[in-house]
């Protein structure tokens, strides 16, 4: 018998961390590697942000705070709440963790029941099914068309609802394609939700910021204000404010699921770093302005990627409405092969082969549950990206 749990083997690690540490180890032997697999800004943190953690640092602001956030920094995302979407929240029903990761990982082990099932559309954030098999659930994956351009429709969230559905996650723009659901779209699924009682709604806003050609964010609790009372709604500053590495995210929720997040993570992690939280509560509070430039920044990033990668043959890349994802379809690639003698099989086999072949490093659409495609982060220099598809492009010309 195995010294580690049976629940951990059910689990994988990360399949976008394992890319991009295999990228910079072809790297680190000296191969001129673009990589395009990391799920971050290559912005820098904005200077009124590093200037309120260096003030909280001196002001002596560095030992234990409640293990779930500050009252400013829950004050803080209150007052976001109220601002961006109308919705009234104290700060008992705030929950601050390390990342975003540790209250949607919370809010699943403070919940999560054997046999519990949790809907999870595909396309999916990596760490979604693992967390819920982590805490001993069963995910329950649904998947998305392009042709729907990867969104859930009303008529499959009504067709996976069973009496065992706990929670549904909902994420939107999405990791990995970058898709925004419209009001409209969103109210779909809300009508649904509302037919069933008994499920939750887990809300992963975390793109929220991240939105081009006018694109409207909204998020469940707004969009059906009858949902207000099951609805997690999640987020944090890593991706609009740069601060992936400073590890906040918070949520906002009923106050019993709140206090029972605190109690996992009163035993487990304490509080995240008061630093961090100070910092936190600058950015949600102070200027938004790097906002809009950060966007256009981004938009024609995506646009550019979107051109270069669409104009191959084999490859479909629709245009999504957020994030800083693309997710295009090699359908048009599978069964042929590469100079080297690798048959395209499948996405894995593709995005092994453009590393190996071509030194570019994309995250396979498998890892994402829907598949043939590949990710593409475009948060990298445009530079960098012109040549990163201009090697795409070649390395799938050069396929027999
Ligand atoms: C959809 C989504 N949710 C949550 C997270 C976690 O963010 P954090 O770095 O704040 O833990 C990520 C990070 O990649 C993400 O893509």
Redesign the pocket.
Known sequence: MSFLSATLSRVKPSP?IAMTAKAAELKAAGRDVIGLSA??PDFDTPQNIKDAAVAAIAAGKTKYTAPDGIPELKQAVCAKMKRDHGLDYTPAQISV??????T?YNALMATMNDGDEVIIPAPF?V?YPDMVLLAGGTPVVVETTLANSFKLTAEQLEAAITPRTKWFIF?SP???TGAGYSRDELKALTDVLMRHPHVWIMS?D??EHLAYDGFEFCTPAEVEPGLYDRTLT?N????AYA??GW???YAAGPVELISAMRKIQSQSTSNPCSISQWAAVEALNGTQDFLAPNNETFKRRRDLVVRMLDEIDGITCPTPEG?FYVYPSIAGLIGKTTPAGTVIENDEAFATALLEEADVAVVFGAAFGLSPNFRVSYATSDAALTEACARIQRFCASLR
């Open positions: 976008t799920g971050e963790g390390t990342g975003g990761k540790q949607l954030w760490s994420n999405s990791n990995p992963d975390m793109y999640c944090g500053v890593s991706k601060m992936t590890r906040i995210g994030a």
